[in-house]
C-alpha cells in the first residue's frame, strides 16, 4: 500500500538547470509534506517542508508546491549543483503531533550532470 | 550543529539472537523514532516514543521489537529474536517540540544489520 509514490527512480538533470523531483500522495489525512536527501551512507537529511494549508514553500534554491486537490508536490532546485546528487525521498506526516511517523516515498536518485 | 548519532554502524549476527541497536538523540529533544529501510525499498516508520512511552507503532513494530530510553540520553531498539528478514538498515531519529509548522525529523547515520 503505497501512500507515497515517487515514480521516477532515477533523474539526471544538467548542472545549472532546473531539477523537479515529483510526489503523489493518496491519504487525504497527511497534513504536512517533507522533503529529506540522502546520501550514501548516511541518514536523510532535512531539505524543505511544507504545510497542507500552503501551496508554496521557499527556501534559497529550494521550492516545494503543493497541489492538494491533485494529492500532487513537487521540489524545485534550481539552479542544480553537482553537491545536489543524492536520493530525494517526498515524506508525509498527519496532525497526530510529533507522535506520527513519517510515510516515506521510495526515493528518485537525482544526478547532476557536469 | 547538534545530530543524533548511532551505534554501533554496522551489526552482524546470527539469526535467534538478541541484538540492541543504540541511538543518542539530539538533547532536548522529547520525540525519538526508529525507522528501517530494507535494501532497495523504501525507509518504513517503526515507532515513536515520548515521554518513556511508546507513541505509535506500525504492524512492523511487533512482540520481537522493544524501544527504552535508560537514561536521560541513550534510545534503544532491541530485537529479541533476530530473523532474516530484519536485515535492514535501521535509522533513529528525534524531534524537539512540534510547533504548528512541519514536524521536521532529525535522522541519525544508521545502524545496519545483517541477519546471518
Known amino acids: 500500500d503505497q501512500q507515497v509514490k515517487q515514480n521516477s527512480p532515477s533523474l539526471s538533470v544538467q548542472e545549472g538547470r532546473i531539477s523537479i523531483l515529483n510526489c503523489d500522495y493518496t491519504n487525504s489525512m497527511f497534513d504536512y509534506f517533507l522533503w529529506y536527501k540522502k546520501y550514501p551512507a548516511e541518514g536523510p537529511t532535512f531539505l524543505i517542508s511544507?504545510?497542507?494549508?500552503?501551496d508554496k514553500n521557499e527556501d534559497g534554491r529550494f521550492t516545494v508546491f503543493l497541489n492538494k486537490s491533485a494529492k500532487h508536490l513537487s521540489l524545485h532546485i534550481v539552479p542544480s549543483q553537482p553537491g545536489d546528487s543524492a536520493v530525494y525521498f517526498c515524506?508525509?506526516?498527519?496532525?497526530?503531533?510529533?507522535?506520527?511517523?513519517?510515510?516515506f516515498g521510495k526515493g528518485t536518485h537525482l544526478i547532476i550532470q557536469p | 550543529e547538534p545530530e543524533v548519532t548511532q551505534t554501533p554502524s554496522h551489526q552482524v549476527t546470527q539469526m535467534g539472537q538478541e541484538v540492541i541497536l543504540r541511538c543518542v538523540p539530539i538533547?532536548?529533544?522529547?520525540?525519538f523514532y526508529w525507522y528501517r529501510q530494507i535494501l532497495g525499498q523504501k525507509v518504513e516508520f517503526l515507532v515513536s516514543?515520548?515521554?518513556?512511552?511508546?507513541?505509535?507503532k506500525s504492524e512492523i513494530f511487533d512482540d520481537q521489537f522493544s524501544v527504552e530510553r535508560p537514561d536521560g540520553s541513550n534510545f534503544t531498539l532491541k530485537i529479541r529474536s533476530t530473523k532474516l528478514e530484519d536485515s535492514a538498515m535501521y535509522f533513529c531519529a528525534s524531534l524537539g517540540v512540534p510547533t504548528s509548522g512541519p514536524h521536521e525529523q532529525f535522522f541519525g547515520p544508521g545502524t545496519r544489520l545483517t541477519v546471518l
Open positions: 511544507i504545510s497542507s494549508i500552503k
Open positions: 538533547s532536548n529533544h522529547l520525540y
Open positions: 516514543f515520548y515521554n518513556n512511552e511508546i507513541s505509535e
Open positions: 515524506a508525509a506526516s498527519g496532525d497526530g503531533g510529533g507522535a506520527d511517523g513519517l510515510t
